[in-house]
């Protein structure tokens, strides 16, 4: 099978569907893999390192998804992409159907095996939603202290507070993924943190 990479093109999107250490993986099993010039680069990877694993560094998206079986993105196809794809091809990526429906209706049009990361489920578990919503939670906290900087709008305060002046208090809505990280950024910044969670267990596991 050939393995395809493409730079990703959504913008704001610096992450890349594969590392080098997984085309060493895949060459090991008999699989090509093709990766688009600069396509880690965003992602602090040059372009030796892919070919060091043993893939084929290509010039352009096009020659990817023309040759590929197999299309390894992160986000979902964007629309200058969708003449892009081969009938009958498989396709990985977080796609969130419900926000495109002339993506969803273009996928369909042409066949194309669409692996949603956002969906695969392990043991009640969605093992590639975590990592994600890990770095969401963490970076939140340092988002929205950064906006109560008066230099951003806000007014002023101070997560961890200072002699003489109390903590700023933070309320997390939900107690998952996000919010945990979010509570454990938080409160080591020195805020007051409250979570809300209609799940008692979530809480009371929190609180512990």
């Known amino acids: 099978m ?19 250490d997984a085309v060493s993986i895949l060459r090991g099993r008999g699989h090509s893999v093709l990766v688009e010039k600069g396509a880690g680069e965003a992602a602090g990877i040059e372009d030796e390192e892919y070919a060091n694993r043993g893939a084929d560094i290509v010039s352009s998206s096009k ?17 200058s992409e969708y003449d892009l794809l081969q009938e009958g091809q498989i396709l990985f990526a977080y796609f969130h159907f419900a926000s495109s429906r002339s993506m969803t209706e273009t996928l369909l049009k042409r ?12 043991e009640g578990i969605l093992p590639l939603l975590v990592p994600m919503s890990e770095i969401a939670g963490r970076l939140a906290p340092q988002e929205g202290a950064k906006y109560l900087e008066k230099e951003y709008g806000g007014k002023g305060v ?51």
């Open 158 to 208: 101070l997560l961890s507070g200072a002699t003489g002046v109390s903590p700023a208090r933070v309320v997390i809505i939900g107690g998952g993924t996000v919010g945990l990280n979010s509570a454990i950024i938080s409160s080591g910044m020195g805020a007051e943190v409250y979570v809300l969670d209609i799940n008692l267990d979530r809480l009371r596991y929190l609180r512990n």
């Open 63 to 79: 020659e990817i998804f023309e040759r590929a079986d197999l299309v390894v993105k992160v986000k979902e196809p964007q629309p």
């Open 111 to 122: 066949r194309i095996t669409a692996v949603a990361y956002e969906m695969v489920e392990e």
């Open 2 to 20: 050939i393995v395809g990479v493409p730079r990703e093109i959504k913008e704001e999107e610096y992450r890349v569907g594969l590392l080098p």
